[in-house]
């Protein structure tokens, strides 16, 4: 089982940065793709960024491209998004997850999860 911890995360003024990480202390995630996903109240868990395992590959949601970069250190077994430029619609939980198998965009193919941290944007 891989358990994953988030860190980073809080509240930032429109036009700031933030950055977020995801470890997995107990497992190495190092075959794994690594995706972040956020959820605003009320709304479905979106896709936000993914990386592939050798992280010769990212895709990112159209919200966000230009302004986020998911990066990652399989040495040290943490996944990054680096987050610019914020604003206001940014605000949700954030979560990151192991992948699994199928379509990135999809919450169903990923097994394993963050805790899930905070972000909120103020105008």
């Known amino acids: 089982q891989v358990q994953l911890v988030q860190s980073g995360g809080g509240l930032v003024q429109a036009g700031g940065s933030l950055r977020l990480s995801c470890a997995a202390p107990?497992?190495?995630?190092?075959?794994?793709?690594v995706g972040w996903f956020r959820q605003a109240p009320g709304l479905e868990r979106e896709f936000v960024a993914v990386?592939?395992?050798?992280?010769?590959?990212?895709s990112y949601a159209d919200s966000v491209k230009g302004r986020f970069t998911i990066s990652r250190d399989n040495a040290k077994n943490i996944v990054s998004l680096q987050m610019n430029n914020l604003k206001p619609e940014d605000t949700a939980v954030y979560y990151c997850?192991?992948?699994?198998?199928?379509?990135?965009?999809?919450?169903?193919?990923?097994?394993?999860w963050g805790q899930g941290t905070q972000v909120t944007v103020s105008s």
């Open positions: 990386i592939a395992w050798r992280g010769d590959y990212t």
């Open positions: 997850a192991a992948h699994r198998s199928g379509s990135y965009q999809d919450t169903s193919s990923y097994n394993y």
């Open positions: 107990y497992r190495t995630f190092s075959n794994n793709a």
